[in-house]
């Protein structure tokens, strides 16, 4: 008998995930088609989401079909990833509501992790995107989570290492920001968090476990990522989570720009990467891409890189070498490995290929320095400038000054 479930909550379950309202199958029809299963026929032991989906079927967040299938690549609705949501977080609601959604809804609305701006049909696939804001909000209705949140409206959409950062609008960044950053969601082989593709059954459960999990047993702190995240919204750096380097500039409370006689370059941003140790950054993969797929060259003699990013503004007519030859990091590094520029679009030093740009025009430009225990910090550098001609900026406080 404990292998029949045959209640309400699992066929009302069952009818949302597949799409019907509650009062298009009979309770008798239902209770003959609804049997739990063990095992789903289309999800082997092996699949990668299969501990998640077991979790929620358990938790009687979702449920399979009549056929013993859980159909995991299936996309959801706004509607029933809002209702997995409700229930996986015990919110209260009515029953009977028309929509069957509707309860749902206002519940979600009433406890602040669904905004009715962000969408108006909820029948429609939920995309990655609108997963995003809701998860963030549900995570932080946890006072620890939300001062995180908080901080992250100091981020761009740069500081998120995918490939399709740029989709992100500003008010989206804190939200993206704090759910990849506790691994609540995370990104695809390609770097890309897919963020207009529409969601997966698969996915909505992972999701929904990882967030229940992370809000309920994990500290913020638990997570390098976010320590990387709210540093850079607080200083413009990550030294301090990744690295002994301590900051010697606050790039959020003081504009740091260099005039040039070619350009001016506004310094935005400085990246710690380690290469050495147990610690990977958040930001190895956008500027390095792949450590294995480096040449030795880029590896050796050096505890890590620093990376530099700069809005470049163009005063003339010319290619990167306007920059190129005029201001680099100290001590520097000739990186010419180009999968990672070619990624994530930005413009660096060295480059295979010719960069043009027209006056007035500005980039997003990429300086690579390294740093070892030898070295007593990192400066930024610029030849013939007419003002700010460079400064120190990372400081190895383990060699003095």
């Avoid at 590896?299 to 163009?314: E, F, M, Q, S």
Wanted: aromatic content about 12%; glycine content about 4%.
């Amino acid at each position: 008998m404990k292998k029949i479930m045959i209640t309400l909550t699992a066929v009302l379950s069952l009818t949302v995930t597949s799409l019907l309202t509650p009062s298009s199958l009979e309770p008798a029809a239902k209770a003959a088609e609804a049997k739990s299963v063990t095992r789903f026929k289309d999800v082997s032991t092996s699949h990668w989401a299969n501990s998640a989906i077991t979790w929620a079927v358990k938790e009687n967040i979702v449920a399979g079909y009549p056929d013993a299938t859980f159909r995991p690549s299936k996309s959801v609705t706004r509607a029933e990833f809002i209702k997995m949501l409700v229930d996986a977080l015990h919110l209260p609601h009515s029953s009977g509501s028309t929509p069957w959604y509707q309860a749902y809804v206002h519940e979600a609305v009433e406890s602040k992790i669904h905004s009715q701006a962000d969408f108006k049909s909820y029948n429609e696939p939920i995309s990655r995107l609108e997963m995003i804001r809701l998860a963030a909000r549900s995570l932080a209705r946890s006072e620890k989570y939300e001062a995180y949140l908080k901080a992250f409206e100091g981020l761009y959409n740069g500081d998120i290492p995918f490939v399709d950062y740029k989709e992100l609008k500003k008010a989206d960044v804190p939200y993206t920001g704090l759910v990849v950053g506790s691994k609540i969601m995370n990104g695809f082989p390609d770097a890309s968090l897919g963020l207009k593709k529409n969601a997966t059954r698969a996915e909505a459960v992972a999701i929904i476990q990882n967030l229940i999990t992370t809000q309920s047993s994990k500290h913020p702190s638990d997570f390098q990522y976010l320590q990387e995240l709210r540093e850079l919204a607080e200083t413009g750096m990550n030294a301090t989570a990744v690295s002994e380097l301590e900051p010697l500039l606050n790039l959020i409370e003081e504009q740091k720009v260099i005039e040039h006689y070619n350009f001016d370059a506004k310094l935005k941003r400085v990246y710690v990467i380690p290469i050495e140790g147990d610690t990977v950054s958040f930001y190895e993969r956008k500027f390095l891409w792949d450590r294995d797929e480096l040449e030795e060259r880029f590896l050796k003699n050096r505890t890590g890189y620093i990376t530099a990013v700069l809005d470049v503004t163009y005063k003339k007519d010319g290619s990167h070498t306007i920059f190129r030859n005029a201001m680099y990091l100290s001590p520097s590094s000739l990186f010419r490995y180009q999968e990672a520029r070619k990624n994530f679009g930005y413009v660096q030093s060295y480059m295979s290929d010719i960069f043009e740009a027209k006056k007035g025009e500005t980039f997003e430009v990429v300086l690579h320095g390294i740093y070892s225990k030898e070295y007593f910090g990192i400066d930024l550098i610029t030849n013939t400038a007419y003002k700010n001609s460079g400064f120190p900026v990372l400081h190895n406080p383990n060699k003095g000054m």
